[in-house]
């Protein structure tokens, strides 16, 4: 890829996220609980990818964006571990919440997840902003 594509992929994926969490909004109006957590994770997960990208890290699994998020941005202390903690929880969530049967999230556990995870976008999107 050359530099405006990575570019435009960093630009489009920053937009998405914000996006994506406008959407948990609406979820949590409505009581999508399974919803909002999958969105919620989504959302972090378009800017980690965009700061992968930014900084030439290459994944190919969602696990991948954790590990090297964790690698790169947690070790490095540019990330607190609890972010990194955070981020890979918002994955766990989400991978329950689509495979599990039987199991549904609650708007304790959305809520709970709301404020740290918009905290967490923030802190992604700065380091891209470096």
């Known amino acids: 890829m050359d530099t405006g594509e990575i570019e435009a992929i960093i630009f489009y994926r920053r937009q998405k996220s914000h996006a994506v969490l ?37 994944t190919q699994t969602h696990n991948g964006v954790v590990g090297q998020i964790g690698l790169h941005f947690v070790i490095t202390g540019k990330l607190s571990r609890e972010d990194g903690r955070l981020y890979s929880r918002l994955l766990q969530n989400r991978i329950t919440g689509d495979y599990n049967d039987f199991f549904d999230f609650t708007e304790e556990d959305v809520l709970s997840l709301l404020s740290p995870t918009k905290t967490l976008i923030e802190n992604l999107e700065n380091l891209l902003n470096e």
């Open 22 to 58: 406008k959407e948990v909004d609406n979820l949590i109006k409505d009581a999508h609980w399974n919803l909002a957590i999958q969105r919620l994770y989504y959302a972090a997960y378009y800017m980690a990818s965009a700061l992968l990208i930014k900084n030439n890290i290459l």
